[in-house]
Protein backbone atom coordinates (compact mmCIF):
# COMPACT_ATOMS: atom_id res chain seq x y z
CA UNK A 1 0.00 0.00 0.00
CA UNK A 2 1.19 3.61 -1.08
CA UNK A 3 2.18 5.66 2.32
CA UNK A 4 0.27 8.79 2.93
CA UNK A 5 3.57 10.73 2.14
CA UNK A 6 4.34 9.57 -1.03
CA UNK A 7 0.83 9.83 -2.61
CA UNK A 8 0.94 13.72 -0.85
CA UNK A 9 4.40 13.44 -2.92
CA UNK A 10 3.30 12.36 -5.94
CA UNK A 11 0.55 14.53 -6.02
CA UNK A 12 2.79 17.77 -5.98
CA UNK A 13 4.95 16.19 -8.78
CA UNK A 14 1.60 15.88 -11.09
CA UNK A 15 0.68 19.74 -10.09
CA UNK A 16 4.68 20.80 -10.46
CA UNK A 17 4.19 19.08 -13.95
CA UNK A 18 1.10 20.92 -14.46
CA UNK A 19 2.37 23.92 -13.97
CA UNK A 20 5.38 23.22 -16.55
CA UNK A 21 2.83 22.68 -19.31
CA UNK A 22 1.11 26.04 -18.62
CA UNK A 23 4.04 27.82 -18.53
CA UNK A 24 5.63 26.47 -21.60
CA UNK A 25 2.41 27.07 -23.34
CA UNK A 26 1.88 31.00 -22.24
CA UNK A 27 5.50 30.98 -23.53
CA UNK A 28 4.49 29.48 -27.03
CA UNK A 29 1.63 32.25 -26.99
CA UNK A 30 4.63 34.80 -27.17
CA UNK A 31 4.94 35.77 -23.91
CA UNK A 32 8.09 35.54 -23.04
CA UNK A 33 10.18 39.46 -23.47
CA UNK A 34 8.39 41.84 -21.46
CA UNK A 35 6.70 44.36 -23.69
CA UNK A 36 8.59 47.51 -25.27
CA UNK A 37 6.27 49.75 -25.22
CA UNK A 38 4.20 50.95 -22.32
CA UNK A 39 0.27 50.85 -23.37
CA UNK A 40 -1.80 54.13 -23.57
CA UNK A 41 -5.05 52.40 -24.10
CA UNK A 42 -6.97 49.98 -21.54
CA UNK A 43 -6.84 46.61 -22.13
CA UNK A 44 -7.81 43.47 -20.17
CA UNK A 45 -4.43 43.07 -17.28
CA UNK A 46 -5.29 39.32 -16.99
CA UNK A 47 -5.73 36.83 -19.76
CA UNK A 48 -7.77 33.29 -19.49
CA UNK A 49 -4.28 31.52 -19.75
CA UNK A 50 -2.31 33.94 -17.30
CA UNK A 51 -5.29 33.06 -15.02
CA UNK A 52 -5.10 29.39 -15.16
CA UNK A 53 -1.40 29.46 -14.20
CA UNK A 54 -1.96 32.27 -11.66
CA UNK A 55 -4.22 29.71 -9.91
CA UNK A 56 -1.82 27.02 -10.11
CA UNK A 57 0.98 28.37 -8.87
CA UNK A 58 -1.11 29.96 -5.77
CA UNK A 59 -2.42 26.73 -4.91
CA UNK A 60 1.10 24.88 -5.23
CA UNK A 61 2.60 27.41 -2.75
CA UNK A 62 -0.27 27.56 -0.20
CA UNK A 63 0.10 23.42 -0.09
CA UNK A 64 3.47 23.62 0.41
CA UNK A 65 3.38 26.09 3.16
CA UNK A 66 0.29 23.81 4.38
CA UNK A 67 2.48 20.70 4.29
CA UNK A 68 6.12 21.87 4.83
CA UNK A 69 5.84 25.17 6.72
CA UNK A 70 4.66 24.66 10.45
CA UNK A 71 7.47 24.63 13.32
CA UNK A 72 5.58 23.17 16.12
CA UNK A 73 8.47 23.88 18.61
CA UNK A 74 7.67 24.79 22.07
CA UNK A 75 9.43 27.66 22.18
CA UNK A 76 7.84 29.34 19.40
CA UNK A 77 4.96 31.85 20.72
CA UNK A 78 4.22 29.66 23.74
CA UNK A 79 3.67 26.22 22.46
CA UNK A 80 1.28 27.58 19.79
CA UNK A 81 4.32 27.48 17.02
CA UNK A 82 4.62 29.42 13.62
CA UNK A 83 6.10 29.67 10.31
CA UNK A 84 9.54 28.53 9.54
CA UNK A 85 11.42 31.31 8.23
CA UNK A 86 12.22 28.98 5.01
CA UNK A 87 12.95 25.52 3.55
CA UNK A 88 14.63 23.57 1.23
CA UNK A 89 11.66 21.61 -0.32
CA UNK A 90 12.11 17.31 -0.32
CA UNK A 91 15.12 17.33 1.97
CA UNK A 92 13.95 14.25 4.75
CA UNK A 93 13.86 15.22 7.16
CA UNK A 94 13.00 18.87 5.96
CA UNK A 95 15.98 21.34 6.23
CA UNK A 96 14.86 24.76 7.07
CA UNK A 97 15.59 28.38 8.82
CA UNK A 98 18.39 28.42 6.70
CA UNK A 99 21.33 31.54 7.02
CA UNK A 100 22.75 32.87 4.04
CA UNK A 101 25.57 30.52 4.54
CA UNK A 102 23.34 27.42 4.00
CA UNK A 103 23.60 26.62 7.87
CA UNK A 104 20.43 25.85 9.54
CA UNK A 105 19.33 27.07 12.61
CA UNK A 106 19.46 23.25 14.05
CA UNK A 107 23.45 23.00 13.46
CA UNK A 108 24.35 26.70 14.69
CA UNK A 109 25.08 28.06 17.92
CA UNK A 110 22.47 30.57 17.64
CA UNK A 111 18.31 30.46 18.75
CA UNK A 112 15.82 29.36 16.53
CA UNK A 113 14.49 32.25 14.46
CA UNK A 114 10.89 32.90 13.98
CA UNK A 115 9.25 36.11 12.07
CA UNK A 116 5.36 36.57 13.14
CA UNK A 117 5.34 38.98 10.20
CA UNK A 118 5.38 35.81 7.95
CA UNK A 119 2.15 34.09 10.35
CA UNK A 120 0.77 37.66 9.30
CA UNK A 121 1.06 37.82 5.87
CA UNK A 122 -0.12 33.51 5.48
CA UNK A 123 -3.27 34.32 7.48
CA UNK A 124 -3.75 37.37 4.98
CA UNK A 125 -3.19 35.32 2.07
CA UNK A 126 -5.71 32.16 3.43
CA UNK A 127 -8.55 35.25 3.84
CA UNK A 128 -7.90 36.16 0.40
CA UNK A 129 -8.36 32.38 -0.61
CA UNK A 130 -11.34 31.78 1.09
CA UNK A 131 -13.06 35.50 0.01
CA UNK A 132 -12.52 33.84 -3.45
CA UNK A 133 -13.55 30.37 -2.74
CA UNK A 134 -15.91 30.78 0.00
CA UNK A 135 -17.19 27.31 -0.18
CA UNK A 136 -13.59 25.83 -0.19
CA UNK A 137 -12.76 24.30 2.74
CA UNK A 138 -9.17 23.08 2.32
CA UNK A 139 -7.23 25.53 4.27
CA UNK A 140 -9.98 25.92 6.83
CA UNK A 141 -7.71 24.24 9.79
CA UNK A 142 -4.67 26.49 8.48
CA UNK A 143 -6.91 29.41 8.61
CA UNK A 144 -7.84 28.60 12.92
CA UNK A 145 -4.56 27.58 13.23
CA UNK A 146 -2.75 30.69 11.96
CA UNK A 147 -5.28 33.15 13.23
CA UNK A 148 -4.76 32.00 16.90
CA UNK A 149 -1.53 32.23 16.37
CA UNK A 150 -1.82 35.96 15.03
CA UNK A 151 -3.38 36.96 17.98
CA UNK A 152 -1.06 35.87 20.22
CA UNK A 153 1.86 37.77 18.47
CA UNK A 154 -0.10 40.74 18.05
CA UNK A 155 -2.12 41.03 21.30
CA UNK A 156 0.36 44.87 21.78
CA UNK A 157 1.04 45.99 18.20
CA UNK A 158 3.85 47.92 19.20
CA UNK A 159 5.43 48.06 15.97
CA UNK A 160 6.97 50.29 13.64
CA UNK A 161 6.31 49.18 10.07
CA UNK A 162 3.36 51.11 8.68
CA UNK A 163 2.13 48.54 6.17
CA UNK A 164 1.08 46.84 9.25
CA UNK A 165 -2.37 49.14 9.67
CA UNK A 166 -3.51 48.62 5.95
CA UNK A 167 -2.98 44.74 6.67
CA UNK A 168 -5.02 44.93 9.58
CA UNK A 169 -7.56 46.80 7.62
CA UNK A 170 -7.76 44.43 4.59
CA UNK A 171 -8.32 41.79 7.24
CA UNK A 172 -10.99 43.32 8.92
CA UNK A 173 -12.43 44.00 5.16
CA UNK A 174 -12.09 40.46 4.47
CA UNK A 175 -12.94 38.36 7.97
CA UNK A 176 -15.43 40.66 9.36
CA UNK A 177 -13.27 40.11 12.30
CA UNK A 178 -12.61 42.87 14.97
CA UNK A 179 -9.88 41.96 16.11
CA UNK A 180 -8.09 43.22 13.26
CA UNK A 181 -9.92 46.77 13.04
CA UNK A 182 -9.07 47.14 16.85
CA UNK A 183 -5.90 46.54 16.67
CA UNK A 184 -5.39 48.68 13.11
CA UNK A 185 -6.68 51.10 15.77
CA UNK A 186 -4.25 50.65 18.28
CA UNK A 187 -1.21 50.40 15.75
CA UNK A 188 -1.92 53.87 14.07
CA UNK A 189 -2.62 54.79 18.55
CA UNK A 190 1.04 53.91 18.61
CA UNK A 191 2.13 55.54 15.81
CA UNK A 192 0.72 58.59 17.23
CA UNK A 193 1.85 58.61 21.01
CA UNK A 194 5.24 57.07 20.08
CA UNK A 195 6.92 57.74 17.38
CA UNK A 196 5.36 61.06 16.23
CA UNK A 197 7.25 64.18 17.41
CA UNK A 198 5.59 67.08 17.16
CA UNK A 199 8.18 69.80 17.56
CA UNK A 200 9.62 67.93 14.04
CA UNK A 201 6.52 67.04 12.61
CA UNK A 202 8.41 63.79 11.69
CA UNK A 203 8.39 60.24 12.64
CA UNK A 204 11.75 58.93 14.21
CA UNK A 205 13.61 56.74 16.88
CA UNK A 206 17.09 57.81 19.05
CA UNK A 207 19.56 55.47 20.20
CA UNK A 208 22.60 56.00 22.10
CA UNK A 209 24.65 56.39 18.99
CA UNK A 210 22.35 58.00 17.24
CA UNK A 211 20.76 60.49 19.76
CA UNK A 212 19.27 63.50 17.36
CA UNK A 213 17.21 60.99 15.55
CA UNK A 214 17.06 58.32 12.73
CA UNK A 215 14.95 56.70 10.66
CA UNK A 216 13.60 54.40 7.62
CA UNK A 217 12.18 56.20 5.17
CA UNK A 218 9.97 53.58 4.30
CA UNK A 219 8.43 53.04 7.47
CA UNK A 220 7.87 56.44 8.28
CA UNK A 221 6.01 57.22 5.52
CA UNK A 222 4.34 54.06 5.77
CA UNK A 223 2.92 55.22 9.24
CA UNK A 224 2.17 58.58 7.97
CA UNK A 225 0.04 57.45 5.88
CA UNK A 226 -1.71 54.89 8.09
CA UNK A 227 -2.67 57.80 10.36
CA UNK A 228 -4.20 59.54 7.43
CA UNK A 229 -6.33 56.29 6.78
CA UNK A 230 -6.90 55.90 10.31
CA UNK A 231 -7.86 59.45 11.42
CA UNK A 232 -10.30 59.81 8.18
CA UNK A 233 -11.82 56.41 9.01
CA UNK A 234 -11.85 56.33 13.00
CA UNK A 235 -12.37 60.24 13.27
CA UNK A 236 -9.69 61.16 14.96
CA UNK A 237 -8.62 64.98 13.10
CA UNK A 238 -5.05 64.93 14.95
CA UNK A 239 -4.24 61.62 13.54
CA UNK A 240 -4.76 62.76 10.11
CA UNK A 241 -2.90 66.35 10.61
CA UNK A 242 0.48 64.88 12.54
CA UNK A 243 0.26 62.12 8.63
CA UNK A 244 0.01 65.08 6.89
CA UNK A 245 2.50 66.79 8.46
CA UNK A 246 5.12 63.64 8.30
CA UNK A 247 5.07 62.83 4.77
CA UNK A 248 5.59 66.67 3.64
CA UNK A 249 8.53 66.39 6.16
CA UNK A 250 9.88 62.73 4.24
CA UNK A 251 9.19 65.11 0.62
CA UNK A 252 11.41 67.74 1.90
CA UNK A 253 14.12 66.11 3.22
CA UNK A 254 14.42 62.11 1.82
CA UNK A 255 13.25 62.58 -1.42
CA UNK A 256 15.34 63.21 -4.61
CA UNK A 257 12.59 64.89 -7.10
CA UNK A 258 15.08 64.40 -10.08
CA UNK A 259 14.81 60.86 -9.58
CA UNK A 260 11.53 60.56 -7.80
CA UNK A 261 12.53 58.08 -5.16
CA UNK A 262 13.11 58.63 -1.93
CA UNK A 263 16.36 57.49 0.50
CA UNK A 264 15.79 54.20 2.37
CA UNK A 265 16.98 55.74 5.92
CA UNK A 266 18.16 59.38 7.41
CA UNK A 267 20.11 60.10 10.05
CA UNK A 268 20.61 63.41 12.30
CA UNK A 269 16.89 63.76 11.75
CA UNK A 270 16.18 67.28 14.09
CA UNK A 271 18.84 70.22 15.12
CA UNK A 272 20.13 70.64 18.79
CA UNK A 273 17.14 71.82 20.04
CA UNK A 274 15.02 68.82 19.19
CA UNK A 275 13.13 71.19 15.49
CA UNK A 276 13.44 69.39 12.12
CA UNK A 277 16.88 69.50 10.52
CA UNK A 278 16.37 69.92 7.29
CA UNK A 279 19.10 68.31 5.63
CA UNK A 280 19.61 64.88 7.48
CA UNK A 281 22.32 62.97 6.26
CA UNK A 282 21.90 59.83 5.10
CA UNK A 283 22.51 56.57 7.45
CA UNK A 284 25.26 54.54 7.23
CA UNK A 285 26.46 52.26 10.21
CA UNK A 286 27.84 49.13 10.68
CA UNK A 287 26.13 46.58 13.07
CA UNK A 288 27.98 43.09 13.39
CA UNK A 289 28.25 41.64 9.98
CA UNK A 290 26.03 44.09 8.53
CA UNK A 291 26.54 47.19 6.71
CA UNK A 292 23.42 49.64 7.25
CA UNK A 293 23.68 51.54 3.80
CA UNK A 294 20.80 54.32 3.52
CA UNK A 295 21.34 55.52 0.57
CA UNK A 296 20.35 51.91 -1.03
CA UNK A 297 17.27 51.76 -2.62
CA UNK A 298 15.52 48.26 -2.72
CA UNK A 299 11.96 47.73 -4.96
CA UNK A 300 10.40 45.74 -1.90
CA UNK A 301 10.39 49.04 -0.20
CA UNK A 302 9.44 51.59 -3.07
CA UNK A 303 6.37 48.91 -3.48
CA UNK A 304 5.16 49.49 -0.07
CA UNK A 305 5.25 53.43 0.41
CA UNK A 306 3.34 53.48 -3.48
CA UNK A 307 1.02 51.03 -1.88
CA UNK A 308 0.33 53.04 1.04
CA UNK A 309 -0.05 56.24 -0.87
CA UNK A 310 -2.67 54.53 -3.07
CA UNK A 311 -4.22 53.52 -0.16
CA UNK A 312 -4.79 56.95 1.42
CA UNK A 313 -6.35 57.93 -2.22
CA UNK A 314 -8.24 55.16 -1.47
CA UNK A 315 -10.07 56.46 1.19
CA UNK A 316 -9.68 59.97 1.25
CA UNK A 317 -10.40 60.64 -2.34
CA UNK A 318 -7.34 63.47 -2.42
CA UNK A 319 -5.84 63.70 -6.19
CA UNK A 320 -2.57 64.26 -4.24
CA UNK A 321 -1.74 60.89 -2.98
CA UNK A 322 -2.36 59.48 -6.32
CA UNK A 323 -0.40 61.81 -8.11
CA UNK A 324 2.32 61.09 -5.89
CA UNK A 325 2.26 57.41 -6.23
CA UNK A 326 2.28 57.10 -10.09
CA UNK A 327 4.80 59.85 -9.85
CA UNK A 328 6.67 57.31 -7.76
CA UNK A 329 5.49 54.41 -10.25
CA UNK A 330 5.82 56.18 -13.66
CA UNK A 331 9.95 56.17 -13.92
CA UNK A 332 10.13 52.25 -12.99
CA UNK A 333 8.57 51.11 -15.85
CA UNK A 334 10.43 49.63 -18.49
CA UNK A 335 9.86 52.44 -21.12
CA UNK A 336 10.89 55.31 -18.76
CA UNK A 337 13.54 52.92 -16.38
CA UNK A 338 14.91 56.37 -14.88
CA UNK A 339 17.26 55.03 -12.63
CA UNK A 340 18.15 51.46 -14.66
CA UNK A 341 16.56 49.30 -12.10
CA UNK A 342 14.70 46.80 -14.70
CA UNK A 343 16.75 44.37 -16.62
CA UNK A 344 16.15 44.74 -20.08
CA UNK A 345 17.50 41.52 -21.21
CA UNK A 346 16.38 39.36 -18.57
CA UNK A 347 13.17 41.28 -17.36
CA UNK A 348 12.44 42.20 -13.82
CA UNK A 349 14.48 44.70 -11.29
CA UNK A 350 17.73 44.19 -10.32
CA UNK A 351 18.04 44.26 -6.40
CA UNK A 352 19.16 48.02 -5.55
CA UNK A 353 20.46 50.80 -6.64
CA UNK A 354 22.54 52.99 -4.33
CA UNK A 355 23.07 56.51 -4.10
CA UNK A 356 26.54 57.32 -2.66
CA UNK A 357 26.33 61.12 -1.01
CA UNK A 358 26.02 62.77 1.97
CA UNK A 359 22.61 63.71 2.21
CA UNK A 360 19.42 64.30 -0.47
CA UNK A 361 20.55 67.48 -1.52
CA UNK A 362 23.62 65.46 -2.61
CA UNK A 363 22.56 62.12 -3.38
CA UNK A 364 25.76 61.30 -5.65
CA UNK A 365 25.69 59.48 -8.40
CA UNK A 366 23.29 56.21 -8.73
CA UNK A 367 24.93 52.74 -9.14
CA UNK A 368 22.93 50.02 -9.78
CA UNK A 369 23.57 46.39 -8.27
CA UNK A 370 22.85 44.32 -11.07
CA UNK A 371 24.42 41.04 -9.85
CA UNK A 372 21.29 40.10 -7.97
CA UNK A 373 17.92 40.26 -7.65
CA UNK A 374 15.42 40.14 -4.57
CA UNK A 375 12.72 37.68 -6.08
CA UNK A 376 9.79 37.88 -3.43
CA UNK A 377 9.99 41.53 -2.66
CA UNK A 378 9.81 43.04 -5.98
CA UNK A 379 6.98 40.73 -6.84
CA UNK A 380 4.89 43.55 -4.64
CA UNK A 381 5.40 46.06 -7.49
CA UNK A 382 2.78 43.70 -9.35
CA UNK A 383 0.64 44.49 -6.68
CA UNK A 384 1.19 48.27 -6.65
CA UNK A 385 0.85 48.25 -10.82
CA UNK A 386 -2.53 46.55 -10.03
CA UNK A 387 -3.95 48.50 -7.75
CA UNK A 388 -2.68 51.73 -9.60
CA UNK A 389 -4.13 50.21 -12.65
CA UNK A 390 -7.80 49.93 -11.13
CA UNK A 391 -7.50 53.67 -10.33
CA UNK A 392 -6.10 55.11 -13.55
CA UNK A 393 -8.20 52.62 -16.70
CA UNK A 394 -5.00 50.69 -16.75
CA UNK A 395 -2.36 53.10 -16.94
CA UNK A 396 0.22 50.43 -16.23
CA UNK A 397 -0.98 47.28 -18.07
CA UNK A 398 1.69 46.53 -19.96
CA UNK A 399 3.86 46.85 -16.60
CA UNK A 400 1.37 44.54 -14.71
CA UNK A 401 1.51 41.91 -17.82
CA UNK A 402 5.23 42.07 -17.83
CA UNK A 403 5.86 41.74 -14.09
CA UNK A 404 3.19 39.19 -13.96
CA UNK A 405 5.45 36.99 -16.91
CA UNK A 406 8.65 37.42 -14.97
CA UNK A 407 6.67 36.54 -11.65
CA UNK A 408 5.56 32.82 -13.34
CA UNK A 409 8.42 32.16 -15.04
CA UNK A 410 11.48 33.29 -13.41
CA UNK A 411 10.43 34.46 -9.87
CA UNK A 412 8.25 31.28 -9.05
CA UNK A 413 10.50 28.50 -8.54
CA UNK A 414 8.59 25.19 -9.80
CA UNK A 415 11.52 22.26 -7.72
CA UNK A 416 10.83 24.06 -4.85
CA UNK A 417 7.41 24.67 -4.94
CA UNK A 418 8.05 28.75 -3.65
CA UNK A 419 10.02 31.65 -4.14
CA UNK A 420 13.49 31.67 -2.95
CA UNK A 421 14.48 35.07 -1.23
CA UNK A 422 17.39 35.93 -4.13
CA UNK A 423 18.57 34.84 -7.32
CA UNK A 424 20.92 35.62 -9.50
CA UNK A 425 20.81 38.27 -12.51
CA UNK A 426 19.80 35.45 -15.02
CA UNK A 427 17.02 33.83 -12.31
CA UNK A 428 19.30 31.05 -11.18
CA UNK A 429 19.96 30.49 -6.95
CA UNK A 430 22.65 32.31 -5.43
CA UNK A 431 25.94 29.72 -5.19
CA UNK A 432 27.34 29.23 -1.77
CA UNK A 433 30.45 29.90 -1.22
CA UNK A 434 31.34 26.48 0.23
CA UNK A 435 29.46 24.33 -2.25
CA UNK A 436 25.75 24.19 -3.18
CA UNK A 437 23.14 27.38 -3.63
CA UNK A 438 20.86 29.15 -1.96
CA UNK A 439 17.57 26.80 -3.69
CA UNK A 440 15.47 27.24 -0.28
CA UNK A 441 11.95 28.69 -0.32
CA UNK A 442 11.20 31.54 2.56
CA UNK A 443 7.57 32.26 3.89
CA UNK A 444 8.33 35.99 3.47
CA UNK A 445 8.75 36.15 -0.16
CA UNK A 446 5.97 33.58 -0.83
CA UNK A 447 3.85 35.51 1.53
CA UNK A 448 4.49 38.73 -1.06
CA UNK A 449 3.79 36.75 -3.76
CA UNK A 450 0.67 35.47 -2.77
CA UNK A 451 -0.49 38.50 -2.02
CA UNK A 452 0.38 39.87 -5.15
CA UNK A 453 -0.88 37.44 -7.48
CA UNK A 454 -4.59 37.35 -5.33
CA UNK A 455 -4.80 41.03 -6.13
CA UNK A 456 -5.11 40.07 -9.91
CA UNK A 457 -8.47 38.64 -9.12
CA UNK A 458 -9.63 41.19 -6.45
CA UNK A 459 -12.92 43.30 -7.61
CA UNK A 460 -11.68 46.42 -5.61
CA UNK A 461 -8.82 48.11 -6.09
CA UNK A 462 -7.13 47.46 -2.03
Known amino acids: MQSAGSFSQRCREHRWLVILVLLLLLSACGGQQPPQREQTTPQPTTSPMNQLIVQSVIMDMLNNIKENGYNADGSINAGKGGLWINWRYGTRPLVTNLNGSGVADSEGSGHLRHDPLTDLRYVHALWLYKTLRPGDTHFDGELARYSAIVRYEFAAPDNERGWLYDMFIDLYRLSKDTFYRDTAKELAQYFFSKLYHPEARAIYKVSPDHARGFYRVDLSLEAACALIQAGTVFNKPEWTQAGRQVVDTLYQTAYLAQYHVFLTQMDNATLPDGKLNPDP ?18 LGAVAQEILSLLHVYVVTHERAFLDRATTLLDPLTATQNLVGLWDKVEGGYFAAVTFPGADARNPGIPGVNEHYKESGRQVQMLEAFRVANSLTHNRYAAMQNALLQVTLKRIYYAPGHGILYQTTADWHPVPLKQGGQQDWVTTEA ?6 SLFSLSEPQPW
Open 281 to 298: LIYRARHGSTNIQGGSVR
Open 446 to 451: MGIALE
